[in-house]
């Protein structure tokens, strides 16, 4: 069933006084997720933008239980709750429908740090949702490259531009054979919306990445946030899929993309708008670069169109 933007709930689980820059992709992600999930859910956030941008105790921009975990722990820590959670309800000690448990981690506490536990959580199925918001970067220490830039990004740390490419984390997740895996944009909010409460309704590991433009750290105007975000979409550069136990679907426009029912558009309407890429729009070897990440779009829609058939 489709969802529109008038259904979305009044409620705000992020408060005024958040620290986030104005139009932090993170907070708008935390400010759909929360909608979605309701009031039933305890929120769990290793260190990043979103942690930073809290407050001072006592005083919280969050208005879901909160509890701030260490880099390495997002699973564990997850795990262990929503055990205690299952114990407390048998013993009765808590009446009434289980807390949604979710993480809230950056791709640095995901894809790098916490990539240890959140996998052994993912095999044992532990019922709870991991939420990455990847900005590609670690951007509240200064934009230090993770597992998740993509080739040629500049950051602090890839001061000529990464040189390798990112991990397809999303389908290392999917292939734990877990109940649900997602991938979403900040652009696509419906389609974030219903992917969460889909998340929300099953038991098990569910993990749910949202692609997060961070215009500090990528360098473009901070009002193109959610413009980035769609141009990432359409470019094939950030793919729309969803599965479950290994099974996959490709969501709008990427499967139309995928189908060659529409064309990308330009990719340097993508990449030329991000002053982390400007070394190499500007280089005299612009145009292999571009012909290079192209090749490498074609690719993974084509092995993901591949995934679908298995
Ligand atoms: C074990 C440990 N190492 C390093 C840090 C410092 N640190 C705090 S936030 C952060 C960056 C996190 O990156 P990411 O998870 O991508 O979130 P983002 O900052 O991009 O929101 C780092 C390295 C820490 N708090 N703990
Ligand atoms: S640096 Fe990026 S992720 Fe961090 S608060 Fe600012 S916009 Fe958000
Ligand atoms: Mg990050």
């Keep these: 069933m489709s ?57 919280s921009c969050y208005s879901l ?15 262990g709750l929503t055990l205690a959670l299952d114990a407390l309800l ?16 950056g791709d640095g506490g995901t ?3 916490g990539l240890q536990g959140l996998s052994a959580a993912a095999e044992r199925n532990d019922d709870f949702i991991h939420f990455c918001y990847n900005n590609e970067a670690y951007s509240n220490t200064g934009v230090q ?4 830039t993509p080739i040629h990004a500049m950051t602090t740390t890839t001061p000529l531009g990464k040189e390798v490419h990112r991990k397809n984390l999303p389908l290392l997740m999917l292939e734990h054979r877990i109940p649900y895996v997602a991938t979403a944009s900040l652009a696509y909010p419906m389609d974030l919306y219903r992917k969460v409460q889909k998340a929300k309704g099953i038991k098990g590991f569910k993990y749910i990445e949202i692609h997060a ?10 009002s193109d946030t959610v413009k980035m975000s769609r141009l990432a979409v359409k470019s094939g550069t950030w793919l729309l899929w969803e599965g479950s136990y290994g099974k996959v679907t490709l969501n709008n426009p990427t499967s139309l993309l995928a189908q060659g029912k529409l064309a990308p558009i330009p990719l340097e309407e993508y990449i030329g708008g991000q002053g982390r890429y400007a070394h190499i729009m500007n280089s005299p070897q612009r145009e292999e670069y571009l012909s290079a990440i192209r090749e490498e779009i074609k690719r993974e829609l084509k092995f993901m169109a591949g995934r679908v058939e298995l």
């Design 3 to 59: 969802v529109t933007i008038k259904e979305f709930s009044d409620v705000e689980y992020v408060v005024p006084g958040s620290a986030a820059c104005a139009g932090c992709p993170s907070t708008m992600a935390l400010r759909i997720v929360g909608k979605a999930l309701g009031e039933n859910a305890i929120m769990l956030m290793t260190p990043s933008c979103a942690v930073a941008s809290i407050g001072l105790l006592p005083k």
């Design 65 to 79: 239980p909160v509890l701030n975990i260490c880099f390495a722990s997002a699973g564990a820590s997850a795990g």
């Design 90 to 105: 048998e013993k009765g000690r808590i009446k009434g429908e289980k807390p949604t448990v979710f993480n809230w981690a």
């Design 145 to 148: 490259r993770s597992g998740a």
């Design 213 to 222: 433009p961070c215009y500090p750290g990528w360098k473009f105007s901070a």
């Design 111 to 113: 894809y790098d740090i």
